[in-house]
């Protein structure tokens, strides 16, 4: 069964930092393209970022082109976000999914960013 | 950037009627690079359709996609009290992957 396990959300300043991780199992991860999703309180999903399974191609969205990073580690079957410079409307649950097409999805991590 | 805009934004029937939604995009999705998730209260979204017609694995056939280029659909022929819900569609055919806003199936 596969499974995505987000983790590291939490309570931020504005103009802090923070790093999500998603722990991969039930597949083979190194086998596939990831993606970070995410959806602010009451909104609709957006799209953050894109990374292909050996790290080859990655894609951001303009919303969070140079603050945020994406990584994978595929010994560890792990994948990140590196979130630098938050500001209050990067305030939103962080999913991870396998794809694209998004076929498995994470529960999710919520980040605040408030003062 | 590929803009998706969905309608309508809520969509008001009761159970057993027929479901048609809608998904327009700014320009053409390539290769019809084109899915539709449904998203519950409080869950992660479900992937229902990729590829812009087909199902995923362990969607009902009561779910189908159609559309190409700038117009997609989503149809469900008779809805299930478990269909209300968000859905959303997805271009993932260039970067960035853009969702639309949703629409909103609501039991009338």
């Known amino acids: 069964e596969v499974q995505l396990v987000e983790s590291g959300g939490g309570l931020v300043k504005p103009g802090g930092s923070l790093r999500l991780s998603c722990a991969a199992s039930g597949f083979t991860f190194s086998s596939y393209s990831m993606n970070w999703v995410r959806q602010a309180p009451g909104k609709g999903l957006e799209w953050v970022s894109s990374i292909s399974s050996s790290s080859n191609y990655i894609y951001y969205a303009d919303s969070v082109k140079g603050r945020f990073t994406i990584s994978r580690d595929n010994a560890k079957n792990s994948l990140y976000l590196q979130m630098n410079s938050l500001r209050a409307e990067d305030t939103a649950v962080y999913y991870c999914a396998t794809g694209p097409p998004l076929v498995s999805w994470g529960q999710g991590t919520l980040v605040t960013v408030s003062s | 950037e590929i803009v998706l805009t969905q309608s309508p934004g809520t969509l008001s029937l009761s159970p057993g009627e027929r479901a048609t939604l809608s998904c327009r995009a700014s320009?053409?999705?390539?290769?019809?690079?084109l899915a539709w998730y449904q998203q519950k209260p409080g869950q992660a979204p479900r992937l229902l359709i990729y590829g812009a017609s087909s199902r995923a694995t362990g969607i009902p056939d009561r779910f189908s996609g159609s559309g190409s280029g700038t117009d997609f659909t989503l149809t469900i022929s008779r809805l299930e009290p478990e269909d209300f819900a968000v859905y959303y569609c997805q271009q993932y055919g260039s970067s960035p992957y853009t969702f639309g806003l949703g629409t909103k199936l609501e039991i009338k």
């Open positions: 320009q053409s999705v390539s290769s019809s690079y």
